[in-house]
């Protein structure tokens, strides 16, 4: 019988564990500097210097308030959920249960999703003459500062 591609059993019976062995206190603590953490606080600013970033592009590109509003306000939608989800976050950080720890932050990125989906729905009664791709492009160009976060781990990092 062919093993299944799942298991962690080799097809000979082994469990597999030779490949695993466990860092020792001097490899944990070097991985941790070379990966730090990412200050949440810190992806925010970013965030919301990119939408005020872009909002201004947008009006020296149009040269129309109402496109610089459309994008800003679409960078709001982004930066206002993930302020308060930092926040949230921050305040999680003394809970001693790893399950509530989780089911916290699923709650708290499910309030931000909603949060930034109402934006989405109340959006055109918000901003008079509101420019849909100039929104859209704030919204996107500030939720890609997560990505920027992970690969410039070190800008992002707390000082230590």
Known sequence: MKPNAWDDASPDGDEGSEGFTPLSAEEAQALRQRLPNTSL???????????????????????????????????????????????????????????????????????????????LLVAPQVVPQLSWPAMLVGLLLTMKVYWVALAWRRVFAPNT
Do not use: H, N
């Open 41 to 119: 606080l810190r992806v925010v600013l970013a965030q919301a210097l990119v939408g005020l970033v872009v909002s201004g592009v947008a009006w020296w590109l149009t040269a129309k308030v109402s496109v610089a509003w459309s994008a800003l306000y679409g960078a709001a939608i982004v930066t206002g959920p993930a302020a308060l989800f930092a926040r949230s976050v921050w305040r999680m950080r003394q809970v001693k249960s790893a399950m509530v720890s989780a089911v916290g932050l699923g709650v708290w990125e499910g309030v931000k999703l909603l949060l930034t989906l109402v934006g």
